[in-house]
């Protein structure tokens, strides 16, 4: 099959979702065209099946605001057009879901059907999406769609209540590469950051407000008090500066290091004991399977999807979003007791039911169970 996939290329979730489904795709012989305005992080090595299309934005003094999606639908209706591509696979609804709307009625004038499946991954539905500024759009999308598909039945739920959509949603869980993310030989790397044996606390994201990063440090403030222990963060955004002023007004700065953007986060996981996910709102969790793929037990909220990939006193905990006493309760159950290596062992268990060989299949069904659709 000759696959178009439009994405956000940068370091969230939705990206990397969409990236690694499209080598993995190209791994088992489909032709993938990405189509996005830088190349994807993760698309950094050459396969014969994989192509990459840059969107470039004609900047003009009058606008304020150069038009993205313009510039991203015509490149949608060339490629679609020149590459001859069967199916166009759209993932987070802003702006990507109406561009390939607009992209669709285009090519229709031309005598070109292609089919347009719609992937939700979060935000773009119960945060941004919801906004008013938004919605009439991000509805009107996801219902001219031709398949629709989120990545945990929370999402799917969500959608429902926010949106007046009438199409059916396929939940798409996403999945992990186990052969990159496994735990890994890094003792040097343990000693260097912990000389004591310290056990090693560990949070990934793109620090924005949902994750509620604040509720990683306290839980670690606490968790410090008792047991000698470092806490790394991976990742960049809006709130580090804050995070960084927050460690050191809570006397606990020299016990954190912020790592930054790494692109190997597998090596930190490696070295690390427990991972904390205390988001306002998840609806996947992504960063956990990676932890847990690492062997790394995950201490979470209850947001959103998080409770259908993190599995209470199997994998880790799950407490209210914001109860800080019971994580950290739950974080000293798992490093204090004579289980973390079972622990360890179930999160890598539970990780296995999200391998990349599990979950493709079911991509590549829904791709064959909408083309038919269509052709009825
Ligand atoms: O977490 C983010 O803010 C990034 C965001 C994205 O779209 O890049 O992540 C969302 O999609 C990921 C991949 O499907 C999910 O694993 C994350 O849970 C989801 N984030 C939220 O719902 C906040």
Redesign the pocket.
């Known amino acids: 099959m000759k696959i178009g996939i439009v994405c956000?290329p940068t370091?969230?979730?939705?990206?990397?979702?969409a990236t690694e489904l499209g080598k993995a795709l190209a791994q088992k012989g489909h032709q993938v065209h990405f189509i996005t305005y830088t190349q994807p992080v993760r698309l950094n090595f050459f396969n014969e099946n994989l192509f990459f299309h840059a969107v470039y934005v004609a900047n003009y003094p009058l606008f304020q605001y150069p038009p993205y999606e313009l510039s991203l639908t015509s490149k949608i209706v060339d490629v679609i057009k020149y590459e001859k591509l069967d199916l166009l696979h759209v993932?987070?609804a802003i702006p990507h879901a109406s561009a390939a709307y607009m992209a669709k009625q285009i090519l229709r004038t031309q005598g070109i059907e292609i089919p347009v499946i719609t992937?939700l991954?979060?935000?773009?539905?119960?945060?941004v999406g919801k906004d008013a500024s938004f919605e009439p759009v991000v509805t009107f999308s996801i219902n001219e769609s031709d398949g629709v598909s989120t990545?945990?039945q929370s999402?799917k739920d969500d959608t429902y209540r926010h949106f007046a959509i009438n199409k059916d949603i396929e939940v798409i869980p996403?999945f992990i590469d186990l052969e990159r993310f496994k735990k890994l030989e890094k003792s040097h790397f343990k000693k260097a950051i912990c000389p004591n044996d310290e056990k090693v606390l560990t949070h990934t994201?793109?620090f924005?407000k949902?994750?509620r990063i604040q509720d990683v440090l306290a839980v670690f403030a606490e968790v410090h008090k008792v047991l000698p222990s470092k806490l790394l963060l991976v990742g960049d955004g809006p709130e580090r500066i804050n995070m960084e002023k927050l460690a050191r007004d809570m006397d606990i700065a020299d016990d954190v290091r912020f790592l930054g953007k790494l692109d190997a986060v597998e090596e930190v996981l490696s070295i690390s004991d427990v991972f904390l996910m205390p988001?306002?709102?998840?609806?996947?969790?992504?960063?956990?399977?990676e932890a847990m793929a690492c062997e790394v037990p995950v201490i979470s909220s209850n947001?959103?999807?998080?409770p259908e990939l993190n599995v209470h006193g199997f994998s880790g905990f799950i407490s209210q979003v914001g109860d800080i006493e019971d994580m950290v309760k739950n974080t000293l159950h798992i490093l204090q007791s004579e289980h973390l290596s079972q622990f360890k062992a179930n999160a890598l268990a539970r990780a296995r039911e999200f391998d990349l060989s599990a979950i493709l299949p079911r991509y590549e069904a829904f791709y064959e169970k909408v083309l038919a659709s269509l052709l009825v």
């Open positions: 956000y370091f969230g979730g939705s990206g990397v979702v993932h987070y992937t991954h979060g935000t773009d539905i119960t945060l990545v945990s999402l996403n994201s793109n924005r949902v994750k988001s306002e709102t998840e609806s996947f969790g992504l960063a956990a399977l947001a959103g999807g998080i």
